[in-house]
């Protein structure tokens, strides 16, 4: 068990609905990331969090998706207008800043899976 | 051109045979390096970080070229439990670039 826990773990939509996810990392790691992961393929960065701050988010962070981390400790991913090309394993994962790039492992949660219908 | 390449497989190898995955990645400024495990419906696990000298740990040997850019993975005496994708990890900056895995099956 590394810590990192998601829910809820399965969620099932229909197309147009708003879902939303919350990650809870391990307590004293400061970093988060969301990524997205479809079958076959590798994990995908979609943003992350130093503390509190939204520091990176990627192009295919759409306009319907929102991640905030307000206090620093757990995290929320929410997706309005669900598509069905949102469909797909949302995963966190967190680690702690260190100076030595080495030790910044990334200890990812059980994931949540997302099914547009 | 993707940050992270590696050949998806699948690799199927008898018990006790040894195997061996490489993946390349673009960014020549990258600066950590990653193996991961991920079985079947389940979130990545840390196999191995690889350093620049390259490191083993049991039957795992990890090695890294950073003039070619390319990252290897040795599996040694297979076992039935070594099934899953393996995913190469870099890392540069602030991100962590995923290759999509290489699917290993060990076969009795």
């Known amino acids: 068990d590394t810590g990192v826990s998601q829910d809820p773990r399965h969620k099932i939509t229909k197309r147009g609905q708003n879902v939303t996810f919350r990650c809870d990392p391990i307590?004293?790691?400061?970093?988060l990331y969301w990524y997205r992961q479809t079958l076959g393929q590798g994990p995908e960065f979609l943003t992350y969090?130093?503390?509190?701050?939204?520091?990176?988010k990627s192009r295919l962070l759409s306009d319907r998706f929102s991640a905030e981390r307000p206090k620093g400790s757990f995290s929320t991913l929410e997706i309005q207008r669900t598509e069905q090309g949102d469909s797909a394993m949302y995963l966190c994962a967190s680690t702690t800043t260190s100076w030595t790039a080495y030790q910044e492992t990334q200890y990812f949660g059980p994931g949540t899976r997302l099914l547009v219908l | 051109r993707k940050e992270v390449e590696q050949d998806p497989g699948p690799f199927n190898v008898p018990e006790g045979a040894t195997v061996a995955f490489n993946c390349t990645y673009s960014n020549s400024a990258s600066q950590s390096f990653f193996w991961y495990r991920q079985d079947c419906r389940k979130e990545p696990k840390l196999l191995m970080s690889?350093?620049?000298s390259g490191n083993e740990d049991g039957r795992f040997t990890a090695q890294l070229n950073r003039a070619s850019q390319y990252i290897s993975l040795l599996i040694r005496d297979s076992k039935l439990s070594d099934s899953a994708t393996y995913l190469c990890?870099?890392?540069?900056?602030?991100?962590?670039?995923f290759g999509t895995g290489t699917s290993l099956t060990v076969i009795p």
């Open positions: 307590s004293e790691h400061n970093r």
């Open positions: 690889v350093y620049s």
């Open positions: 990890v870099v890392s540069g900056g602030n991100q962590f670039y």
């Open positions: 969090f130093q503390n509190e701050a939204q520091l990176e």
